[in-house]
């Protein structure tokens, strides 16, 4: 099975300012047959459950505000968020697609505002 | 705009059955494959099923392998989730979520609780 491993566990940012969240898979999750990367981003909100995006990576999930961006390849990505809003406090999740199953979650990552 | 509806989550003793119930609505239920991925209190998510679109095709993760089993009935509109020989550590939030093969997971429910004590 491919585990994910993010960084870091939790993360506190002031207001305007970027958040970083890494998350790295024990095997490539590129698809050599249309060279995408099967990486999704979960936004999950304290009593909510999760939201998409990003997926294939770096592709915003339609109405997710620009300031949320992904990138990566291979067995490394990152969620950025360019200028953190009060409203972007949540748990993150990074999760893979690539393999059959089990399609495996990060641990999450806690960001708060400093 | 796309609904996902769970039910049948509640209390139950361990070794009991119980069966989840996902209500789908506003898409072509039949044309996606559909998980069910599990958040025990406090802790991140889990993923523990999936079934194809059409229902020839099922994964465990191997924490629910040989007790849990996922179907759908597309007549229906309904996605099930009948877990046997339940545990303490099957306590936890049952969200149903439909599965996109570009996009991952991209429709989620509510969630059911289903606690086993």
């Known amino acids: 099975d491919i585990v994910m491993t993010q960084s870091p566990d939790s993360l506190a940012v002031s207001l305007g300012e970027r958040a970083t969240i890494n998350c790295k898979s024990s095997q490539s999750l590129l698809y050599n047959s249309n060279t995408e990367n099967y990486l999704a981003w979960y936004q999950q909100k304290r009593g909510q459950p999760p939201k998409l995006l990003i997926y294939?990576?770096?592709i915003r999930e339609s109405g997710v505000p620009d300031r949320f961006s992904g990138s990566g390849s291979g067995t490394n990505f990152t969620l950025t968020i360019s200028s953190l809003q009060a409203e972007d406090v949540a748990v993150y999740y990074c999760q893979q697609y690539v393999s059959p199953p089990p399609y495996t979650f990060g641990q999450g990552t806690k960001l708060e505002i400093k | 705009q796309v609904q996902l509806v769970e039910s049948g989550g509640g209390v139950v003793q361990p070794g009991r059955s119980l069966r989840l119930s996902c209500a789908a609505s506003g898409s072509t239920f039949s044309n996606y494959g559909m998980h069910w991925v599990r958040q025990a209190p406090g802790k991140g998510l889990e993923w523990v099923a999936i079934i194809w679109y059409d229902g020839e095709n099922k994964y465990y993760s191997e924490s629910v392998k040989g007790r849990f089993t996922i179907s759908r009935d597309n007549s229906k509109n309904t996605l099930y989730l009948q877990m046997n020989s339940l545990r303490s550590e099957d306590t936890a939030v049952y969200y149903c979520?439909?599965?996109?093969?570009?996009?991952?997971?991209?429709?989620w429910g509510q969630g059911t609780t289903v606690i086993v004590s």
């Open positions: 294939w990576a770096s």
């Open positions: 979520t439909r599965g996109s093969p570009i996009r991952g997971m991209d429709v």
